[in-house]
T-cell receptor
Framework: QQQVKQSPQSLIVQKGGISIINCAYENTAFDYFPWYQQFPGKGPALLIAIRPDVSEKKEGRFTISFNKSAKQFSLHIMDSQPGDSATYFCAASIRGNTPLVFGKGTRLSVIA | DGGITQSPKYLFRKEGQNVTLSCEQNLNHDAMYWYRQDPGQGLRLIYYSQIVNDFQKGDIAEGYSVSREKKESFPLTVTSAQKNPTAFYLC????????????FGPGTRLTVT
């Protein structure tokens, strides 16, 4: 019930293409869904987050799509660039009640 | 300059020794967390603290101990009971309310030989 399942484990995308990473959860009480970006040897950085009262949130080239009925959410990176090459983690929690539960991560490589 | 600091960046210890990792935040956050990261394992929660003088075990607390005597500080001790202590350790902090956003420190890479 507490798990967040993330796929794919790794992803290779051409420069300029769209990167899509998916996550699924079981606990319907989760009400906060962030995505983190991590470069090698660094701490994860909060990228974008969504709450279940909206179906989509966009910040620059990054978009979260949220499907409450399917209990799924995804990260779309438009016009992917080599500088986007990093590991991405999805997470979920009940705000003010539980710690974040993380997916296992997706290693994204954007090639020229 | 606000944020989370972890020191040192790299730490080397001999097997059988306890070692304490430092984490300090000046974000005035109530909650602090420790995670362990191994290749292919994602982020696993060791301990977290919602308030001073209180803390909760996470998924992999065995072999670790923490204290929370000050709001700004949440040190983690890796004891000799931890079977595989070599890993990348990450500290994080957040508010503990509906405006919850969690931020991470830069991490400490611990190598035990």
């Amino acid at each position: 019930q507490q798990q967040v399942k993330q796929s794919p484990q790794s992803l290779i995308v051409q420069k300029g293409g769209i990167s899509i990473i998916n996550c699924a959860y079981e606990n319907t009480a989760f009400d906060y869904f962030p995505w983190y970006q991590q470069f090698p040897g660094k701490g994860p950085a909060l990228l974008i987050a969504i709450r279940p009262d909206v179906s989509e949130k966009k910040e620059g080239r990054f978009t979260i799509s949220f499907n409450k009925s399917a209990k799924q959410f995804s990260l779309h990176i438009m016009d992917s660039q080599p500088g986007d090459s990093a590991t991405y983690f999805c997470a979920a929690s009940i705000r003010g009640n539980t710690p974040l539960v993380f997916g296992k991560g997706t290693r994204l490589s954007v090639i020229a | 300059d606000g944020g989370i600091t972890q020191s040192p960046k790299y730490l080397f210890r001999k097997e059988g020794q306890n070692v304490t990792l430092s984490c300090e935040q000046n974000l005035n956050h109530d909650a602090m967390y420790w995670y362990r990261q191994d290749p292919g394992q994602g982020l696993r929660l060791i301990y977290y603290s919602q308030i001073v003088n209180d803390f909760q075990k996470g998924d992999i607390a065995e072999g670790y101990s923490v204290s929370r005597e000050k709001k700004e500080s949440f040190p983690l001790t890796v004891t000799s009971a931890q079977k595989n202590p070599t890993a990348f350790y990450l500290c994080a902090s957040s508010r503990w309310d509906r405006d919850y956003e969690q931020y991470f420190g830069p991490g400490t890479r611990l190598t035990v030989t």
